[in-house]
């Protein structure tokens, strides 16, 4: 097989990888979000992130044997709190050397280093779905969390 075409069908697999994580994160927040949520008084919460890569290696004829695919996601990608809420997230870095993020919703801009605690707090001060991004270009794609904030 030519090469240009060992990295096309490379790049194919990797850009499907994504788009199958992108789907399995859409399916589990349609399915939290058609649950109903209680609401309660705003209240400080904090949640336990990680930072992680999964990685798999294809056995498909048509790919070099043991081709390495990865995607970089936080974990987890998804979590619900109440308008008005402090909220702490405990984020540590198991892959990736750094991965620069913004929390654009609520001006938050960090970095999470591999083998390190990030703490991050804010008030989720305004109702509907705000988006936790890495910034690196080849992460940019599966490393997002949603923060939805009802009330």
Same mark, same amino acid.
């Given at each position: 097989?030519? %090469?240009?075409?060992?990295?096309?069908?490379?790049?194919?697999?990797?850009?499907?990888?994504? $788009?199958?994580? #992108?789907?399995?994160?859409?399916?589990?927040?349609?399915?939290?979000?058609?649950?109903?949520?209680?609401?309660?008084?705003?209240?400080?919460?904090?949640? $336990?992130?990680?930072? $992680? %890569?999964?990685?798999?290696?294809?056995?498909?004829? %048509?790919?070099?044997?043991?081709?390495?695919?990865?995607?970089?996601? /936080?974990?987890?990608?998804? #979590?619900? $709190?109440?308008?008005?809420?402090?909220?702490?997230?405990?984020?540590?870095?198991?892959?990736?050397?750094?991965?620069?993020?913004?929390?654009?919703?609520?001006?938050?801009?960090?970095?999470?280093?591999?083998?390190? /605690?990030?703490?991050?707090?804010?008030?989720?001060?305004?109702?509907?779905?705000?988006?936790?991004?890495?910034?690196?270009?080849?992460?940019?794609?599966?490393?997002?969390?949603?923060?939805?904030?009802?009330?």
């Amino acid at each position: 097989m030519k %090469e240009g075409m060992k990295e096309r069908t490379k790049t194919g697999v990797v850009l499907a990888v994504a $788009v199958v994580a #992108i789907i399995l994160s859409a399916f589990t927040a349609a399915w939290v979000l058609t649950r109903p949520a209680p609401i309660r008084a705003p209240q400080a919460v904090t949640f $336990v992130v990680l930072a $992680v %890569e999964y990685k798999g290696t294809s056995d498909a004829s %048509e790919n070099p044997p043991n081709t390495t695919y990865k995607a970089y996601r /936080w974990d987890p990608s998804y #979590i619900r $709190v109440v308008k008005g809420d402090t909220v702490t997230l405990e984020i540590f870095g198991v892959n990736g050397a750094s991965h620069p993020t913004t929390i654009d919703a609520f001006g938050q801009t960090f970095t999470v280093t591999r083998g390190q /605690w990030t703490t991050v707090t804010f008030v989720a001060d305004k109702a509907g779905l705000a988006d936790m991004n890495c910034h690196i270009p080849d992460h940019t794609e599966t490393m997002h969390m949603v923060i939805d904030v009802i009330g």
